[in-house]
């Protein structure tokens, strides 16, 4: 069965940091472009950051407003993707959805998503 | 930053009717690549249409998308029980990826 589990999510001060991952099974995840797509609450949808797959060069590109503060990573022999998320806003409250890419942008896999709420 | 205008806000309709809904662009969508997501309460979306008209694994063939440049449209030809939810737009001909603000198809 093809299916991504997130977990890592929390509770985190403002200023604080976290780490989310995402664990993928059912598919050839190295061959994947993956991303992080995030709903804030009773809000829609928005694109955080993609990696590309290692074979396309693994780079990666985010929205303008976390770029700087979160970092994508994978690691292909554990089937993982991380979001490395720093200095951390209220407003980056939102539940974060790990999505796989196909077709150069569409997500067309999505896990059940993980909470993170940043509050003092 | 390509902005996504999603219209109406909401549709009240009743099973068994057609629905049309608008995705409008700031500008071209390259390549044509506008996808289509459905989204229950509680529930993470779902992959309806990609590259603006092709239909992702499992989706009925009720669902149609169609459009080009910057005008896109998404159709569900017969409304289901299960269609009535929110629907979101997506481009990603050019970064950053941009989402529609969503419409809702509620039950008239």
């Known amino acids: 069965e093809v299916q991504l589990v997130e977990s890592g999510g929390g509770l985190v001060k403002p200023g604080g940091s976290l780490r989310l991952t995402c664990a993928a099974s059912?598919?050839?995840?190295?061959?994947?472009?993956m991303s992080w797509v995030r709903q804030a609450p009773g809000k829609g949808l928005e694109w955080v950051g993609r990696i590309k797959s290692k074979a396309d060069g693994g780079t990666t590109d985010y929205a303008a407003p976390v770029k700087g503060r979160f970092t994508i990573s994978r690691d292909d022999s554990k089937n993982t993707l991380f979001l490395q998320m720093n200095s951390l806003k209220t407003e980056d409250t939102a539940v974060y959805y790990c999505?796989?890419?196909?077709?150069?942008?569409?997500?067309?896999?999505w896990g059940l998503g993980t909470m993170v709420t940043v509050s003092s | 930053e390509i902005v996504l205008t999603q219209s109406p806000g909401t549709l009240s309709l009743s099973p068994g009717e057609r629905v049309t809904l608008s995705c409008r662009a700031s500008q071209t969508v390259g390549s044509s690549y506008l996808a289509w997501y459905q989204q229950k309460p509680g529930q993470a979306p779902r992959l309806l249409i990609y590259g603006a008209s092709s239909r992702a694994t499992g989706i009925p063939d009720r669902f149609s998308g169609s459009g080009s440049g910057t005008d896109f449209t998404l159709t569900i030809s017969r409304l289901e029980p299960e269609d009535f939810a929110l629907y979101y737009c997506q481009q990603y001909g050019s970064s950053p990826w941009t989402f529609g603000q969503g419409t809702k198809v509620e039950i008239k």
């Open positions: 059912g598919f050839t995840f190295n061959n994947a472009w």
């Open positions: 999505t796989r890419i196909i077709k150069g942008g569409a997500f067309d896999i």
